[in-house]
């Protein structure tokens, strides 16, 4: 096994029978990995992206990286509040400084890319949901923000219950237009203990997909018990 084999083993977070999801390492090899993925997936989408260099260029960020088998398929980055702010500051800075000012500890969610051949909505409540156990149980975030192409939105209404939060505008990043969404987290608190682990509830989102209390507890817990894995 390669040293960068290995790394990628130790930070194997989660196991499906046909994915799993690992957190990103700052091997080159592996950011290279994902930086391909991103570019290729924005440009079949007609955006544009950074270079591979960009990947992890600021503070308090985790990259959950989904896989099937060696071949990676998704990937999704939670960026947490620093001194140096959001990624999407650069285009909603008041928006965000509002909440910040009633007392929110923001986060947001940037670089989703999964390949339509192995999407499906266990693969996205999954990585969502590791998403919402390292930003909400580990970091104690209080408010999610996410910038999405217009045409998106519908989505992420309905299956997750965001709203938009700042008008559209045009993201430089991807050279596209761009609408703010912001998701209390607390209503993920009441979504997940209402829907999380029964995927024959009814609810029209992905939140029936997301992990049942127990499993959610003991990734937790496994997480908790290597600070390496939850230090960004």
């Excluded at 091997?27 to 924005?42: A, E, F, N």
């Excluded at 985790?62 to 060696?70: D, F, H, N, V």
């Excluded at 975030?141 to 996410?146: A, C, G, K, S």
């Excluded at 029964?198 to 990734?219: I, T, V």
Aim: charged letters at 25%; hydrophobic letters at 40%; proline letters at 4%.
């Amino acid at each position: 096994m390669s040293p960068a084999d290995a790394a990628e083993s130790r930070e194997f977070v989660l196991s499906r029978s046909d994915f799993q999801i690992r957190l990103g390492t700052g091997i080159d090899g592996q950011r290279s990995r994902v930086s391909m993925l991103i570019q290729r997936m924005y440009a079949w989408r007609g955006l544009l992206t950074h270079a591979p260099s960009r990947i992890d260029d600021r503070p308090n960020q985790l990259t959950l990286i989904a896989s099937r088998g060696t071949t990676m398929f998704g990937t999704l980055t939670l960026g947490l509040d620093s001194p140096e702010g959001l990624f999407a500051d650069e285009l909603y800075s008041d928006e965000i400084s509002a909440a910040r000012a009633r007392g929110a500890r923001v986060c947001e969610l940037t670089r989703l890319a999964i390949d339509p051949a192995f999407n499906s909505k266990e693969v996205l409540a999954s990585i969502f949901h590791l998403a919402y156990i390292f930003g909400r149980l580990i970091h104690e975030m209080t408010d999610l923000f996410i910038e999405v192409n217009p045409r998106h939105v519908a989505f992420y209404k309905r299956m997750l219950g965001l709203s938009v939060a700042g008008e559209e505008r045009v993201c430089q990043r991807v050279n596209a237009p761009a609408v703010l969404l912001h998701l209390p987290l607390d209503f993920v608190d009441e979504q997940i203990a209402r829907y999380a682990g029964k995927p024959d509830a009814g609810a029209r989102s992905l939140y029936s997909y997301f992990f049942s209390d127990a499993e959610e507890q003991g990734l937790l817990h496994r997480l908790e018990a290597d600070p390496s894995l939850i230090t960004v």
